[in-house]
């Protein structure tokens, strides 16, 4: 019974192209996170939610757009999609500052 | 700015030894400070908090210190084991959990 479930796994895509990773965590926590880790496995917080209202954002590029349907979920949608946009994507949430991850989303942009 | 920085890309040690990691923050004063090991593939997972009037923390073979006046946590894993090997990551948190960031990590070898 997962905790922070992230689809997809993998994904290919075209540079150019609008792609969207979904979160959901089972946990009833009601801070979640989108975390980036490049090639360098640097770890980078983009967005925080908390009760589906956005709290952090990390200077991000207007082509990520994060949205929070409900406190339980967190997508994040990236439009025009760049070389540099090739990462692990991760989900995260909280309830006392212990992060909870999910176990990534690798995004390669072709 | 806010730094975080973690000792070298790559520690290797001998198995049954003790590892320790470093883990340096500058211009800021975090109230609490979270360790965090990642496997390849996987997503960080919490291993510790300490507080910043807690001076040591244990949780079996993990240590953790805090030293606010150096603004440096070690970390150390006795008797080290190869299944330790992975990569363990710093996270200085300021009061409130809203933003928890990362320091660059260190990947940690242990040696049968």
């Known amino acids: 019974d997962t905790a922070v479930s992230q689809t997809p796994k993998y994904l290919v895509t075209q540079m150019g192209n609008d792609k969207s990773i979904k979160c959901e965590q089972n946990?009833?926590?009601?801070?979640m996170y989108w975390y980036k880790q490049d090639s360098k496995k640097f770890l980078k917080i983009m967005f925080s939610?908390?009760?589906?209202?956005?709290?952090i954002n990390e200077t991000v590029p207007n082509r990520f757009s994060p949205k929070s349907p409900d406190k339980a979920h967190l997508n994040l949608h990236i439009n025009s999609l760049e070389l540099g946009d090739s990462a692990v994507y991760f989900c995260?949430?909280?309830?006392?500052?212990?992060?909870?991850f999910g176990e990534g989303s690798r995004l390669t942009v072709l | 700015s806010q730094k975080i920085e973690q000792n070298s890309e790559a520690l290797n040690i001998q198995e049954g030894k003790t590892a320790t990691l470093t883990c340096n923050y500058t211009?800021?004063?975090?109230?609490?400070l979270q360790w965090y090991r990642q496997d390849p593939g996987r997503g960080p997972v919490f291993l510790l908090l300490?507080?910043?009037?807690?001076k040591e923390k244990r949780k079996e073979r993990l240590k953790v210190t805090f030293d606010t006046t150096l603004k440096q946590s070690l970390f150390h894993i006795t008797a080290s084991q190869p299944a330790d090997s992975a990569t363990y990551l710093c996270?200085?948190?300021?009061?409130?959990?809203?933003?928890?960031?990362f320091g660059t990590g260190t990947k940690l070898q242990v040696i049968p």
């Open positions: 939610y908390n009760n589906k209202e956005l709290i």
């Open positions: 946990l009833g926590h009601d801070t």
């Open positions: 211009n800021y004063s975090p109230a609490y």
């Open positions: 996270a200085p948190r300021l009061g409130g959990y809203q933003k928890v960031t």
């Open positions: 300490i507080r910043e009037n807690e």
């Open positions: 995260a949430s909280t309830d006392t500052g212990e992060l909870f």
